[in-house]
């Protein structure tokens, strides 16, 4: 392990586990299809929406991920805690990183560039999509390509883009999370770009509850260590009543004064929260954390999706 390529002590045993309410196999079948539809739709719509204006495009993005969230069998509750105003400049978006629903999810909230290792490259229908999408894939496997990266991103937020980023450099199983590395802050420092912190959770309803009652971490979305993608597609569509929860949260200037490690442990600090999020991972007193802080701090403004 290097400080470029973190490595989580999370397993699919370990922390992959589903206990609540459980979806038919013929019904969970029809969702993976319907998910995995909506994906190549939105691969095959790319040149087609390239030529539309920013604000337009965005828009299609926004309802586009959302959709092929909600086709997995995912409800989605957004949640802002500041005005979500366009930037004057470039923003990096960073957030806690559990499974590979936080891609989507992010982008049907704030849909941006975003910053991906370059294996996802090779993946059956995300690969190409992301590609198509604008990706900047970087290689962890080589701690001299990260001066590279960093210039990259740097590059396209003084364009004016938003670039999405999972600081961790790894999944979580959401049970605390890992060190939010500062390479990528440097570029908002250089910049001069606004960092926005986005916090991730996951819950799952328990047998006979209905979603909106679910207050148990959502095992099943946990995307971690040596887990196949096909067995993560179907442990989500076979998983009843799951909601993901996006909190959106108040913007953080970059400080060059502070230094890019302050930056990332400020908005470490905000995306993981007191308790820290626990949106993923087996039942138990982890989730019962995250739960009595979302009581604690739950903002005015919420949105069903």
């Given at each position: 392990m290097?400080?470029?390529?973190?490595?989580?002590p999370?397993t699919?045993d370990?922390?992959?586990r589903h206990?609540?309410?459980?979806?038919a196999?013929?019904p969970a079948?029809?969702?993976?299809?319907a998910g995995?539809a909506?994906?190549l739709?939105?691969?095959?719509?790319v040149p087609l929406?390239r030529?539309?204006?920013t604000?337009?495009?965005?828009?299609?993005t926004r309802?586009?991920?959302?959709a092929v969230?909600?086709?997995f069998?995912?409800?989605?509750?957004?949640?802002r805690?500041a005005p979500?105003?366009a930037?004057?400049?470039g923003?990096l978006?960073v957030?806690?990183h559990?499974?590979w629903?936080d891609i989507?999810?992010?982008?049907s909230?704030?849909?941006?560039?975003?910053?991906?290792?370059?294996?996802?490259?090779?993946?059956?229908l995300?690969g190409?999509?992301?590609a198509?999408?604008?990706?900047?894939?970087?290689?962890?496997?080589?701690?001299?390509a990260?001066?590279?990266?960093?210039?990259d991103?740097?590059?396209a937020l003084r364009?004016g883009?938003?670039v999405?980023?999972?600081p961790?450099?790894?999944?979580w199983?959401?049970r605390g999370?890992?060190?939010?590395?500062?390479?990528?802050?440097q570029a908002?420092?250089d910049?001069g770009?606004?960092?926005r912190?986005?916090r991730?959770?996951?819950?799952a309803a328990a047998?006979?509850?209905a979603?909106?009652?679910s207050?148990?971490?959502?095992g099943?979305?946990a995307?971690?260590g040596?887990?196949?993608l096909?067995a993560?597609?179907?442990?989500?569509v076979r998983?009843?009543g799951?909601t993901?929860?996006?909190?959106?949260?108040?913007?953080?200037a970059?400080d060059?004064?502070?230094g890019r490690?302050?930056?990332?442990?400020?908005a470490r600090a905000?995306?993981?929260?007191p308790g820290?999020?626990?949106?993923?991972?087996?039942?138990?007193?982890p989730?019962?954390?995250a739960?009595?802080?979302?009581?604690?701090?739950?903002?005015?403004?919420?949105?069903?999706?």
């Amino acid at each position: 392990m290097t400080g470029w390529l973190p490595v989580a002590p999370c397993t699919p045993d370990g922390c992959a586990r589903h206990t609540g309410a459980v979806r038919a196999p013929l019904p969970a079948a029809l969702l993976l299809l319907a998910g995995c539809a909506l994906v190549l739709l939105g691969v095959a719509c790319v040149p087609l929406v390239r030529p539309l204006g920013t604000g337009p495009r965005l828009r299609l993005t926004r309802r586009w991920a959302r959709a092929v969230v909600r086709a997995f069998g995912v409800r989605v509750l957004v949640r802002r805690h500041a005005p979500d105003r366009a930037p004057d400049g470039g923003e990096l978006v960073v957030a806690n990183h559990i499974s590979w629903l936080d891609i989507p999810l992010v982008a049907s909230v704030l849909p941006g560039r975003t910053v991906a290792k370059r294996e996802i490259r090779g993946w059956p229908l995300l690969g190409p999509l992301a590609a198509l999408g604008g990706t900047l894939f970087i290689d962890r496997d080589r701690l001299r390509a990260l001066p590279a990266a960093v210039r990259d991103i740097a590059t396209a937020l003084r364009s004016g883009s938003r670039v999405v980023v999972f600081p961790e450099g790894s999944t979580w199983c959401g049970r605390g999370g890992g060190v939010f590395r500062p390479a990528v802050f440097q570029a908002a420092i250089d910049s001069g770009a606004t960092v926005r912190p986005v916090r991730i959770t996951y819950r799952a309803a328990a047998h006979g509850v209905a979603a909106h009652c679910s207050d148990r971490p959502a095992g099943a979305v946990a995307f971690v260590g040596t887990d196949p993608l096909a067995a993560s597609l179907w442990r989500v569509v076979r998983a009843a009543g799951l909601t993901a929860r996006v909190d959106v949260l108040a913007p953080i200037a970059a400080d060059g004064g502070a230094g890019r490690r302050a930056l990332a442990r400020r908005a470490r600090a905000a995306v993981l929260g007191p308790g820290g999020p626990r949106g993923a991972g087996p039942s138990g007193r982890p989730g019962q954390t995250a739960v009595a802080n979302d009581r604690a701090n739950r903002p005015a403004e919420s949105v069903h999706h």
